[in-house]
Protein backbone atom coordinates (compact mmCIF):
# COMPACT_ATOMS: atom_id res chain seq x y z
CA UNK A 1 0.00 0.00 0.00
CA UNK A 2 1.57 3.11 -0.77
CA UNK A 3 -1.07 6.04 -1.54
CA UNK A 4 -0.54 9.79 -0.97
CA UNK A 5 -1.06 11.16 2.40
CA UNK A 6 -3.33 13.78 3.53
CA UNK A 7 -2.16 14.94 7.18
CA UNK A 8 -4.36 16.59 9.55
CA UNK A 9 -4.44 18.89 12.00
CA UNK A 10 -3.51 19.08 15.40
CA UNK A 11 -6.63 17.62 17.16
CA UNK A 12 -8.76 16.37 14.06
CA UNK A 13 -7.95 13.12 14.35
CA UNK A 14 -10.84 12.61 16.93
CA UNK A 15 -13.70 12.29 14.76
CA UNK A 16 -12.00 9.48 12.48
CA UNK A 17 -10.30 7.85 15.76
CA UNK A 18 -14.45 7.47 16.59
CA UNK A 19 -15.09 5.81 13.29
CA UNK A 20 -16.75 9.17 11.88
CA UNK A 21 -16.35 8.49 8.08
CA UNK A 22 -15.76 12.24 6.66
CA UNK A 23 -12.41 14.12 6.75
CA UNK A 24 -14.19 17.50 6.38
CA UNK A 25 -11.92 20.38 4.34
CA UNK A 26 -11.11 22.27 7.37
CA UNK A 27 -9.16 19.67 9.31
CA UNK A 28 -6.95 19.03 6.74
CA UNK A 29 -3.31 20.35 7.90
CA UNK A 30 -0.88 19.54 4.74
CA UNK A 31 -1.84 17.70 1.15
CA UNK A 32 0.28 15.38 -0.34
CA UNK A 33 3.91 16.35 -2.36
CA UNK A 34 2.07 14.87 -5.02
CA UNK A 35 -0.76 16.13 -7.10
CA UNK A 36 -3.98 13.97 -6.28
CA UNK A 37 -7.51 14.28 -8.60
CA UNK A 38 -10.81 13.95 -7.59
CA UNK A 39 -11.66 9.86 -6.96
CA UNK A 40 -7.95 8.68 -6.00
CA UNK A 41 -7.41 6.81 -2.80
CA UNK A 42 -5.49 8.25 -0.27
CA UNK A 43 -4.16 7.83 3.23
CA UNK A 44 -5.47 10.27 6.07
CA UNK A 45 -2.93 11.02 9.33
CA UNK A 46 -2.75 12.16 12.53
CA UNK A 47 -0.55 15.75 13.00
CA UNK A 48 1.89 12.96 14.55
CA UNK A 49 2.11 10.48 11.59
CA UNK A 50 -0.85 8.11 12.96
CA UNK A 51 -2.12 6.07 10.23
CA UNK A 52 -6.00 6.68 10.14
CA UNK A 53 -7.18 4.67 7.36
CA UNK A 54 -7.51 5.25 3.82
CA UNK A 55 -10.40 6.79 1.63
CA UNK A 56 -11.54 8.69 -1.36
CA UNK A 57 -10.14 12.12 -2.18
CA UNK A 58 -12.69 14.57 -3.52
CA UNK A 59 -13.04 18.35 -3.79
CA UNK A 60 -15.57 20.11 -1.66
CA UNK A 61 -16.38 20.26 2.08
CA UNK A 62 -16.74 16.69 2.65
CA UNK A 63 -12.80 16.03 1.41
CA UNK A 64 -11.96 12.42 2.14
CA UNK A 65 -14.72 9.38 2.48
CA UNK A 66 -12.62 7.26 4.84
CA UNK A 67 -13.13 3.34 3.27
CA UNK A 68 -11.32 1.51 6.06
CA UNK A 69 -10.07 2.48 9.41
CA UNK A 70 -6.96 0.48 8.42
CA UNK A 71 -4.07 1.32 6.40
CA UNK A 72 -5.79 -1.82 3.54
CA UNK A 73 -4.86 -1.72 0.06
CA UNK A 74 -8.44 -0.62 -2.05
CA UNK A 75 -8.70 -2.94 -4.73
CA UNK A 76 -10.49 -6.34 -5.63
CA UNK A 77 -10.17 -7.59 -2.09
CA UNK A 78 -11.46 -4.93 -0.39
CA UNK A 79 -14.75 -4.79 -2.56
CA UNK A 80 -15.14 -8.13 -2.67
CA UNK A 81 -15.21 -8.88 1.08
CA UNK A 82 -17.34 -5.09 1.55
CA UNK A 83 -19.62 -6.72 -0.77
CA UNK A 84 -19.90 -9.83 0.53
CA UNK A 85 -20.66 -8.65 3.96
CA UNK A 86 -23.59 -6.63 2.97
CA UNK A 87 -25.17 -9.38 1.10
CA UNK A 88 -24.58 -11.35 4.42
CA UNK A 89 -26.92 -8.66 6.20
CA UNK A 90 -29.63 -8.72 3.57
CA UNK A 91 -29.80 -12.34 3.78
CA UNK A 92 -29.88 -12.78 7.67
CA UNK A 93 -32.68 -10.07 7.26
CA UNK A 94 -34.84 -12.70 5.20
CA UNK A 95 -34.95 -10.52 2.03
CA UNK A 96 -34.03 -13.04 -0.24
CA UNK A 97 -36.82 -15.70 -0.94
CA UNK A 98 -38.88 -16.49 -3.31
CA UNK A 99 -41.79 -14.12 -3.12
CA UNK A 100 -39.05 -10.86 -2.30
CA UNK A 101 -36.09 -9.98 -4.60
CA UNK A 102 -35.96 -6.38 -4.31
CA UNK A 103 -33.37 -5.27 -1.73
CA UNK A 104 -30.73 -2.12 -1.01
CA UNK A 105 -27.66 -4.14 -0.90
CA UNK A 106 -25.68 -1.33 -0.04
CA UNK A 107 -26.56 1.58 1.56
CA UNK A 108 -23.04 4.26 1.34
CA UNK A 109 -21.32 4.76 5.19
CA UNK A 110 -24.11 2.35 6.24
CA UNK A 111 -22.58 -0.45 4.47
CA UNK A 112 -19.07 1.10 5.25
CA UNK A 113 -18.80 2.08 1.50
CA UNK A 114 -19.59 5.81 1.72
CA UNK A 115 -20.87 7.31 -2.12
CA UNK A 116 -21.87 3.63 -3.05
CA UNK A 117 -25.54 2.90 -3.36
CA UNK A 118 -26.63 -0.67 -5.06
CA UNK A 119 -30.46 -1.78 -5.17
CA UNK A 120 -31.18 -5.18 -6.69
CA UNK A 121 -33.98 -6.12 -8.67
CA UNK A 122 -34.22 -10.12 -9.27
CA UNK A 123 -31.56 -10.95 -11.56
CA UNK A 124 -30.37 -6.76 -11.83
CA UNK A 125 -28.44 -4.47 -9.61
CA UNK A 126 -28.73 -0.74 -10.18
CA UNK A 127 -25.45 0.74 -9.23
CA UNK A 128 -25.34 4.44 -8.12
CA UNK A 129 -21.88 6.69 -7.53
CA UNK A 130 -22.12 9.70 -5.34
CA UNK A 131 -18.29 10.06 -5.52
CA UNK A 132 -15.78 9.94 -8.02
CA UNK A 133 -14.06 7.89 -6.23
CA UNK A 134 -16.92 4.65 -6.45
CA UNK A 135 -17.40 5.88 -9.89
CA UNK A 136 -13.82 5.07 -10.86
CA UNK A 137 -14.22 2.27 -8.92
CA UNK A 138 -17.77 0.76 -10.76
CA UNK A 139 -16.03 -2.04 -12.66
CA UNK A 140 -14.74 -3.61 -9.95
CA UNK A 141 -17.60 -3.27 -8.35
CA UNK A 142 -19.66 -4.65 -11.19
CA UNK A 143 -17.50 -7.32 -11.43
CA UNK A 144 -17.87 -8.56 -7.63
CA UNK A 145 -21.18 -8.38 -7.46
CA UNK A 146 -21.98 -11.19 -10.06
CA UNK A 147 -19.37 -12.81 -8.31
CA UNK A 148 -21.06 -12.78 -5.28
CA UNK A 149 -22.34 -16.40 -4.55
CA UNK A 150 -26.11 -17.06 -4.06
CA UNK A 151 -27.23 -13.22 -4.94
CA UNK A 152 -27.78 -14.49 -8.64
CA UNK A 153 -26.85 -11.01 -10.05
CA UNK A 154 -26.72 -10.99 -13.54
CA UNK A 155 -26.81 -7.58 -15.30
CA UNK A 156 -25.34 -4.50 -13.48
CA UNK A 157 -26.58 -1.23 -14.71
CA UNK A 158 -24.90 1.85 -13.98
CA UNK A 159 -26.91 4.91 -13.34
CA UNK A 160 -25.15 7.55 -11.97
CA UNK A 161 -26.17 10.98 -14.33
CA UNK A 162 -27.65 12.94 -11.80
CA UNK A 163 -25.81 11.94 -8.47
CA UNK A 164 -22.15 12.61 -8.74
CA UNK A 165 -21.11 16.19 -8.11
CA UNK A 166 -21.67 18.00 -11.57
CA UNK A 167 -18.40 20.10 -11.22
CA UNK A 168 -16.43 16.81 -11.08
CA UNK A 169 -16.51 16.77 -15.11
CA UNK A 170 -16.32 12.77 -15.13
CA UNK A 171 -19.72 12.94 -17.71
CA UNK A 172 -20.74 9.62 -16.22
CA UNK A 173 -23.15 7.98 -18.83
CA UNK A 174 -25.70 5.25 -17.87
CA UNK A 175 -25.32 1.96 -19.32
CA UNK A 176 -25.28 -1.62 -18.50
CA UNK A 177 -21.75 -2.12 -17.15
CA UNK A 178 -22.35 -5.90 -17.27
CA UNK A 179 -25.10 -7.93 -18.82
CA UNK A 180 -28.14 -6.40 -20.38
CA UNK A 181 -32.14 -5.80 -20.40
CA UNK A 182 -33.58 -7.92 -18.21
CA UNK A 183 -37.18 -8.38 -17.14
CA UNK A 184 -37.68 -5.65 -15.33
CA UNK A 185 -40.81 -7.11 -12.57
CA UNK A 186 -39.42 -7.25 -9.07
CA UNK A 187 -41.39 -9.06 -6.26
CA UNK A 188 -41.67 -7.23 -3.10
CA UNK A 189 -43.26 -9.54 -0.37
CA UNK A 190 -45.35 -11.11 -2.86
CA UNK A 191 -46.61 -8.18 -5.11
CA UNK A 192 -45.41 -8.00 -8.46
CA UNK A 193 -44.16 -4.86 -9.31
CA UNK A 194 -42.66 -3.24 -12.42
CA UNK A 195 -39.33 -1.25 -11.99
CA UNK A 196 -38.09 1.23 -14.63
CA UNK A 197 -34.22 1.46 -13.87
CA UNK A 198 -33.67 3.04 -17.30
CA UNK A 199 -36.07 5.83 -17.36
CA UNK A 200 -37.25 5.92 -13.17
CA UNK A 201 -36.67 7.95 -10.60
CA UNK A 202 -33.26 7.21 -8.19
CA UNK A 203 -32.81 3.44 -9.23
CA UNK A 204 -35.97 2.94 -10.31
CA UNK A 205 -37.99 1.96 -7.22
CA UNK A 206 -38.06 3.44 -3.82
CA UNK A 207 -37.48 -0.03 -1.74
CA UNK A 208 -36.94 1.93 1.62
CA UNK A 209 -41.32 2.20 1.84
CA UNK A 210 -41.35 -1.62 2.12
CA UNK A 211 -42.07 -2.36 5.82
CA UNK A 212 -44.04 0.94 6.20
CA UNK A 213 -46.34 -0.77 2.81
CA UNK A 214 -46.93 -3.74 5.02
CA UNK A 215 -48.03 -1.65 7.95
CA UNK A 216 -50.49 0.13 5.81
CA UNK A 217 -52.00 -3.26 4.19
CA UNK A 218 -52.51 -3.83 7.80
CA UNK A 219 -54.70 -0.89 8.27
CA UNK A 220 -56.41 -0.89 4.79
CA UNK A 221 -58.94 -3.02 5.52
CA UNK A 222 -62.62 -1.79 4.53
CA UNK A 223 -61.05 1.98 3.85
CA UNK A 224 -61.38 4.03 1.45
CA UNK A 225 -57.30 5.14 0.73
CA UNK A 226 -55.33 8.14 -0.94
CA UNK A 227 -51.94 7.22 -2.18
CA UNK A 228 -50.64 10.86 -2.41
CA UNK A 229 -47.61 11.31 -4.12
CA UNK A 230 -47.90 7.62 -5.52
CA UNK A 231 -44.83 7.20 -8.02
CA UNK A 232 -45.07 3.65 -9.07
CA UNK A 233 -47.86 2.83 -6.81
CA UNK A 234 -46.11 0.72 -4.22
CA UNK A 235 -48.47 1.72 -1.03
CA UNK A 236 -51.86 1.21 -3.67
CA UNK A 237 -51.04 -2.62 -4.06
CA UNK A 238 -50.35 -3.33 -0.77
CA UNK A 239 -53.86 -0.90 0.21
CA UNK A 240 -55.40 -3.24 -2.51
CA UNK A 241 -54.39 -6.56 -0.67
CA UNK A 242 -55.39 -5.43 2.40
CA UNK A 243 -58.99 -5.39 1.03
CA UNK A 244 -59.79 -1.32 0.83
CA UNK A 245 -62.48 -1.23 -0.69
CA UNK A 246 -61.17 2.00 -2.63
CA UNK A 247 -57.73 3.37 -3.94
CA UNK A 248 -57.14 6.68 -5.98
CA UNK A 249 -53.78 7.30 -6.47
CA UNK A 250 -52.24 10.74 -7.56
CA UNK A 251 -49.08 12.08 -8.57
CA UNK A 252 -47.76 15.11 -11.00
CA UNK A 253 -45.89 12.59 -13.24
CA UNK A 254 -48.19 11.21 -15.78
CA UNK A 255 -45.34 8.17 -16.26
CA UNK A 256 -46.00 7.84 -12.68
CA UNK A 257 -49.54 7.56 -12.79
CA UNK A 258 -49.23 5.23 -16.09
CA UNK A 259 -46.77 2.93 -13.98
CA UNK A 260 -49.08 2.82 -11.19
CA UNK A 261 -52.54 1.75 -13.10
CA UNK A 262 -49.91 -1.29 -14.84
CA UNK A 263 -48.73 -2.43 -11.43
CA UNK A 264 -52.64 -2.67 -9.97
CA UNK A 265 -53.29 -4.63 -13.65
CA UNK A 266 -50.18 -7.05 -12.99
CA UNK A 267 -51.60 -7.74 -9.39
CA UNK A 268 -55.03 -7.16 -9.13
CA UNK A 269 -56.57 -7.22 -13.05
CA UNK A 270 -58.77 -4.29 -14.68
CA UNK A 271 -61.48 -4.71 -12.20
CA UNK A 272 -59.80 -3.56 -9.25
CA UNK A 273 -61.06 -0.89 -7.22
CA UNK A 274 -58.78 1.94 -8.13
CA UNK A 275 -58.20 4.98 -10.17
CA UNK A 276 -55.07 7.18 -10.35
CA UNK A 277 -54.75 10.74 -11.15
CA UNK A 278 -51.78 12.78 -12.86
CA UNK A 279 -52.37 16.18 -10.38
CA UNK A 280 -50.77 18.86 -8.26
CA UNK A 281 -50.96 17.58 -4.75
CA UNK A 282 -51.92 20.62 -3.33
CA UNK A 283 -54.78 20.91 -5.95
CA UNK A 284 -56.18 17.40 -5.70
CA UNK A 285 -56.18 18.25 -1.55
CA UNK A 286 -58.05 21.49 -2.26
CA UNK A 287 -60.57 20.02 -4.34
CA UNK A 288 -61.43 16.94 -2.65
CA UNK A 289 -64.42 16.55 -1.05
CA UNK A 290 -64.35 16.50 2.88
CA UNK A 291 -64.31 12.83 4.11
CA UNK A 292 -63.60 11.28 0.51
CA UNK A 293 -60.70 9.11 2.35
CA UNK A 294 -60.35 7.85 5.80
CA UNK A 295 -56.53 6.52 5.06
CA UNK A 296 -54.32 8.79 3.78
CA UNK A 297 -50.89 8.49 2.35
CA UNK A 298 -48.52 11.71 2.25
CA UNK A 299 -44.66 10.22 0.82
CA UNK A 300 -43.69 13.74 -0.81
CA UNK A 301 -39.88 13.80 -2.56
CA UNK A 302 -37.65 15.47 -0.53
CA UNK A 303 -38.98 18.92 0.35
CA UNK A 304 -35.37 20.20 2.02
CA UNK A 305 -32.44 18.84 -0.23
CA UNK A 306 -29.75 20.88 1.74
CA UNK A 307 -29.74 22.91 5.29
CA UNK A 308 -30.31 26.16 3.71
CA UNK A 309 -33.92 24.79 2.85
CA UNK A 310 -34.83 23.94 5.92
CA UNK A 311 -37.49 26.86 6.80
CA UNK A 312 -39.53 26.45 3.40
CA UNK A 313 -39.24 23.06 3.55
CA UNK A 314 -40.82 22.81 7.31
CA UNK A 315 -43.49 25.35 5.93
CA UNK A 316 -43.96 22.89 3.09
CA UNK A 317 -44.90 19.76 5.35
CA UNK A 318 -46.85 21.85 7.63
CA UNK A 319 -48.87 23.16 4.41
CA UNK A 320 -49.12 19.31 3.15
CA UNK A 321 -50.38 17.72 6.46
CA UNK A 322 -52.99 20.10 7.31
CA UNK A 323 -54.44 20.39 3.76
CA UNK A 324 -55.12 16.52 4.43
CA UNK A 325 -56.02 16.38 7.92
CA UNK A 326 -58.81 19.16 7.90
CA UNK A 327 -60.64 16.86 5.26
CA UNK A 328 -60.31 13.80 6.94
CA UNK A 329 -63.27 11.92 8.96
CA UNK A 330 -63.15 11.39 12.36
CA UNK A 331 -61.59 8.00 13.11
CA UNK A 332 -59.09 8.47 9.88
CA UNK A 333 -55.54 7.23 9.87
CA UNK A 334 -52.46 9.12 8.12
CA UNK A 335 -48.80 7.83 7.22
CA UNK A 336 -46.88 11.44 6.67
CA UNK A 337 -43.44 10.46 5.41
CA UNK A 338 -40.28 13.25 5.21
CA UNK A 339 -37.24 11.83 3.78
CA UNK A 340 -35.45 15.41 3.67
CA UNK A 341 -32.19 13.70 4.84
CA UNK A 342 -31.62 17.84 6.39
CA UNK A 343 -34.49 17.66 8.36
CA UNK A 344 -34.38 15.85 11.81
CA UNK A 345 -37.25 13.62 12.96
CA UNK A 346 -38.30 16.48 15.71
CA UNK A 347 -38.26 19.19 13.04
CA UNK A 348 -41.02 16.67 10.94
CA UNK A 349 -42.68 15.83 13.82
CA UNK A 350 -43.35 19.78 15.16
CA UNK A 351 -44.25 20.04 11.51
CA UNK A 352 -46.93 17.93 11.87
CA UNK A 353 -48.02 18.64 14.70
CA UNK A 354 -48.66 22.85 13.80
CA UNK A 355 -50.61 21.43 11.03
CA UNK A 356 -52.61 19.20 13.46
CA UNK A 357 -53.09 22.59 16.03
CA UNK A 358 -53.54 24.67 13.08
CA UNK A 359 -56.57 23.16 11.73
CA UNK A 360 -57.86 22.17 15.15
CA UNK A 361 -57.63 18.37 14.84
CA UNK A 362 -57.14 15.74 17.82
CA UNK A 363 -53.85 13.76 17.09
CA UNK A 364 -52.56 10.23 18.45
CA UNK A 365 -49.11 9.22 17.37
CA UNK A 366 -50.01 5.43 16.79
CA UNK A 367 -46.04 4.32 14.73
CA UNK A 368 -42.96 5.73 14.41
CA UNK A 369 -41.76 4.71 11.19
CA UNK A 370 -38.02 4.97 9.68
CA UNK A 371 -36.11 3.36 6.41
CA UNK A 372 -36.25 0.24 6.89
CA UNK A 373 -33.37 -2.86 7.87
CA UNK A 374 -31.21 -2.91 4.05
CA UNK A 375 -30.97 0.76 4.73
CA UNK A 376 -29.09 0.03 7.96
CA UNK A 377 -27.65 3.96 10.05
CA UNK A 378 -23.68 3.87 10.82
CA UNK A 379 -24.05 4.51 14.36
CA UNK A 380 -21.17 6.65 14.19
CA UNK A 381 -22.75 8.42 11.07
CA UNK A 382 -26.32 9.28 11.96
CA UNK A 383 -26.50 11.32 8.69
CA UNK A 384 -27.43 8.29 7.01
CA UNK A 385 -30.74 8.39 8.61
CA UNK A 386 -33.16 9.87 6.14
CA UNK A 387 -36.64 8.65 5.94
CA UNK A 388 -39.12 9.15 8.64
CA UNK A 389 -42.72 9.08 9.17
CA UNK A 390 -45.77 9.01 11.45
CA UNK A 391 -48.74 7.25 11.87
CA UNK A 392 -51.42 9.29 12.85
CA UNK A 393 -54.85 8.98 13.84
CA UNK A 394 -57.35 11.79 13.64
CA UNK A 395 -60.21 12.60 15.75
N1 LIG B 1 -44.55 6.88 -2.40
C1 LIG B 1 -43.71 6.50 -3.51
C2 LIG B 1 -42.49 7.38 -3.66
C3 LIG B 1 -42.79 8.84 -3.82
S1 LIG B 1 -41.53 9.74 -4.61
C4 LIG B 1 -43.34 5.03 -3.39
O1 LIG B 1 -43.67 4.39 -2.39
O2 LIG B 1 -42.69 4.51 -4.29
C5 LIG B 1 -42.25 11.29 -4.81
C6 LIG B 1 -43.24 11.42 -5.95
O3 LIG B 1 -43.85 12.69 -5.83
C7 LIG B 1 -42.65 11.36 -7.35
O4 LIG B 1 -43.23 10.33 -8.08
C8 LIG B 1 -43.01 12.73 -7.98
O5 LIG B 1 -43.39 12.63 -9.35
C9 LIG B 1 -44.16 13.17 -7.14
N2 LIG B 1 -44.39 14.62 -7.04
C10 LIG B 1 -43.48 15.60 -6.93
N3 LIG B 1 -44.08 16.80 -6.78
C11 LIG B 1 -45.42 16.58 -6.80
C12 LIG B 1 -46.58 17.40 -6.67
N4 LIG B 1 -46.46 18.73 -6.50
N5 LIG B 1 -47.79 16.84 -6.70
C13 LIG B 1 -47.92 15.49 -6.88
N6 LIG B 1 -46.85 14.67 -7.00
C14 LIG B 1 -45.63 15.19 -6.96
Known amino acids: MNYPVITLRRGKEESLKRFHPWVFSGAIGKMPEEPVEEGDVVEVKSSEGESLGVGHYQIGSIAVRMLTNSPLQIGDEFYGSRLADAFRLRQALGLIREDNNAYR ?5 GDFLPGLIVDVYGHTAVLQAHSPGMHYARNIIARKLVELP ?7 YYKSETTLPYKAALDPQNEYIIGSYDTNIAVENGLK ?8 QKTGFFVDQRDNRLLLQKFAGGRKVLNMFCYTGGFSVYALRGGATLVHSVDSSAKAVALTRENVAV ?9 AFAVDAFKYLAEMPDGAYDLVVLDPPA ?3 HRGAIRNALRGYQKLNA ?6 PKG ?3 FTFSCSQAVSKEQFRLAVFSAAAQVGRRVRILHQLTQPADHPVNIYHPE ?4 KGLILYIE
Open 105 to 109: LVHGE
Open 150 to 156: GAGIENV
Open 193 to 200: LHVDWLKG
Open 267 to 275: NFGEDAPHE
Open 303 to 305: FAK
Open 323 to 328: RAMEKM
Open 332 to 334: SVL
Open 384 to 387: GEYL
